[in-house]
């Protein structure tokens, strides 16, 4: 993991950058079920599964919302921390197998309202598939310092 340190000022509305793939794999499923304690059929009773309309296991949105977004923590910014999340969404189900990948761009950066000093930095995140079929949506919300302040 590198460190990029970037002021508020420096972030440029509509740049993009795009995350390295990961196959999601049944072990994904049982380990984040351990974890969360969610064991709903939906993502754990193949058997079930077959009588639904989407015909196979379907991963958790939370463990799509972890790794989709845990691929973008390649870089460290001393500046920046996470203030939130908004606009969560899971428009195509993730099945064991699927690649995925994050597809991030930077779409909105404002003065903090309540922070001085401080700037939000809004980056729109749209986890995909191997077919390219957004798999999940969400904005992630950055407080990022702004240059020259204590």
């Given at each position: ?59 958790h949105g939370t463990m799509t919302f972890a ?49 001085e000093g401080f700037g939000q930095v809004v ?28």
């Amino acid at each position: 993991m590198q460190e990029l340190t970037r002021f508020f000022e420096s972030f440029e509305i509509g740049e993009t950058r795009r995350t390295l793939a990961r196959t999601i794999t049944e072990t994904d499923f049982v380990v984040h079920a351990g974890h969360s304690g969610d064991f709903f059929p939906h993502h754990m009773d193949e058997e079930f599964c077959k009588t639904q309309p989407f015909g196979a296991r379907i991963a958790h949105g939370t463990m799509t919302f972890a790794i989709g977004i845990g691929l973008t923590a390649t870089v460290i910014n001393p500046h920046a921390m996470t203030y939130g999340y908004e606009r969560l969404r899971f428009p195509t189900p993730v099945y064991i197998g699927d690649t995925i990948h994050t597809e991030i761009e930077i779409t909105r950066a404002e003065t903090d309202p309540k922070r001085e000093g401080f700037g939000q930095v809004v980056e729109t995140c749209r986890v995909k598939n191997q077919k390219d079929e957004t798999v999940l949506y969400c904005e992630h919300i950055l407080l990022v310092k702004k240059q020259g302040s204590a």
